[in-house]
T-cell receptor
Framework: AQTVTQSQPEMSVQEAETVTLSCTYDTSESNYYLFWYKQPPSRQMILVIRQEAYKQQNATENRFSVNFQKAAKSFSLKISDSQLGDTAMYFCASLYSGNTPLVFGKGTRLSVIA | DAGVIQSPRHEVTEMGQEVTLRCKPISGHNSLFWYRQTMMRGLELLIYFNNNVPIDDSGMPEDRFSAKMPNASFSTLKIQPSEPRDSAVYFC???????????????FGDGTRLSIL
C-alpha cells in the first residue's frame, strides 16, 4: 500500500522565523504528485503547494517552498517569515494515479507564536 | 467559481436518528470523495466515486453508513441509525480525474460537523 508519513505531530515556531515540516512517502510508482494542504482552525482544507515528481525544480508559492528529495522519498515544506495566520494543521498528500484518491499523512499541528 | 458545497455545516441529533449529509461537487469534476475526520483517527477516506459510480467503499465503517451519487452534481452520505461514535467532521471533496498524468488536487468543502448525542 502507498503510504505517507509525517513524523512530527506538533511543532511551534516564533513569528517571522522559518520552520520546516517533514514528510516521507513510499511508492514504487515512477510518476506521481505531491501536495501540502493547510487546515486552519476554521477547518477548511486549503491547498498550499504541489510538486510533480518528474520535475527536479522545487515548487515555491510565496513564503512556502518544498524540498523534494526523490531518491530519499522526502517532501518537506518550508514556511519562511512565519505569520500568526500560518497556525494550522498541515497535511502532506500524494497522488499515484490519476484515478485514485490522494493518500494523506496524519498531519502536523503548527503553532506560530507571537 | 463555486467550490465544493456541503450542507448542513453543523448537525446535532440524538442517537438512533437518521442523518443525511449532502455535497455538491465543483462543476466539471468527475470524482467525488467522502472523508471523516476525528482527533483519534485523523482524516479517513470513506468512499469515492468516479463518474457517479462508487469505486471503493472499503473505508465505510459499518452497514449503517451508505453513500449515493445519483448524478454528477450531487451526493449524499447517510448514517442510519446514528451513534455517538459517529460524531466527527465529514468532508466532501471533488477532483477532475484526467489522464494518468493529471496532477489535479482534490478540492474540499467546508465540512459538516456532526454531533450525535
Amino acid at each position: 500500500a502507498q503510504t505517507v508519513t509525517q513524523s512530527q505531530p506538533e511543532m511551534s515556531v516564533q513569528e517571522a522565523e522559518t520552520v520546516t515540516l517533514s514528510c516521507t512517502y513510499d511508492t514504487s510508482e515512477s510518476n506521481y504528485y505531491l501536495f501540502w494542504y493547510k487546515q486552519p482552525p476554521s477547518r477548511q482544507m486549503i491547498l498550499v503547494i504541489r510538486q510533480e515528481a518528474y520535475k527536479q525544480q522545487n515548487a515555491t508559492e510565496n513564503r512556502f517552498s518544498v524540498n523534494f528529495q526523490k531518491a530519499a522519498k522526502s517532501f518537506s515544506l518550508k514556511i519562511s517569515d512565519s505569520q500568526l495566520g500560518d497556525t494550522a494543521m498541515y497535511f502532506c498528500a500524494s497522488l499515484y494515479s490519476g484515478n485514485t484518491p490522494l493518500v494523506f499523512g496524519k498531519g502536523t499541528r503548527l503553532s506560530v507564536i507571537a | 467559481d463555486a467550490g465544493v458545497i456541503q450542507s448542513p455545516r453543523h448537525e446535532v441529533t440524538e442517537m438512533g436518528q437518521e442523518v443525511t449529509l449532502r455535497c455538491k461537487p465543483i462543476s466539471g469534476h468527475n470524482s467525488l470523495f467522502w472523508y471523516r475526520q476525528t482527533m483519534m483517527r485523523g482524516l479517513e477516506l470513506l468512499i469515492y466515486f468516479n463518474n457517479n459510480v462508487p469505486i471503493d467503499d472499503s473505508g465505510m465503517p459499518e452497514d449503517r453508513f451508505s453513500a449515493k451519487m445519483p448524478n454528477a452534481s450531487f451526493s449524499t452520505l447517510k448514517i442510519q441509525p446514528s451513534e455517538p461514535r459517529d460524531s466527527a467532521v465529514y468532508f466532501c471533496a471533488s477532483r477532475q480525474q484526467g489522464s494518468p498524468n493529471s496532477n489535479q488536487p482534490q478540492h474540499f468543502g467546508d465540512g459538516t460537523r456532526l454531533s450525535i448525542l
